[in-house]
């Protein structure tokens, strides 16, 4: 979400800056402003024992047809989301049920917006 919201992230930081937490926490905000394309780009967003060690978390914003509806995150222990698991299958679950909720967000937001009849 700070994707759609770059003044207010600069905001943030300037207020609260980027204090290191571990020593995988991103403290530039060169570094963060990348990784929130990344973000965009891809769809989820990652959390490496950026705020507590031993800690990973996958995340994915869902949206609504008037703006963010909220967001779907998966964490947990970095020896439950090891490997190809925090890198490839839970961010592919994690879009993909983001895709699903904004899908239905839409539908039962106004289904004519999406060309679909009315039975």
């Given at each position: ?16 800056g980027?204090?290191?937490?571990t020593e995988?926490t991103?403290?530039?905000p060169?570094?963060l ?29 869902v949206s609504?047809?008037?703006g963010?509806?909220?967001g ?7 020896n ?5 698991k ?11 049920a ?13 289904p004519e ?7």
């Amino acid at each position: 979400m700070f994707s759609s919201y770059p003044e207010r992230t600069q905001a943030v930081i300037d207020r609260y800056g980027l204090p290191e937490r571990t020593e995988n926490t991103t403290t530039s905000p060169e570094a963060l402003f990348g990784e929130v394309e990344s973000a965009r780009a891809e769809g989820v967003a990652f959390n490496d024992e950026e705020s507590t060690t031993g800690f990973r978390a996958v995340a994915s914003p869902v949206s609504a047809p008037d703006g963010w509806a909220g967001g779907l995150v998966v964490s947990g222990p970095k020896n439950r989301l090891y490997e190809q698991k925090f890198s490839e299958t839970v961010p592919t679950i994690v879009s993909g049920a983001s895709n699903a909720h904004h899908g239905r967000l839409c539908l039962s937001y106004d289904p004519e917006a999406l060309g679909l009849l009315r039975l």
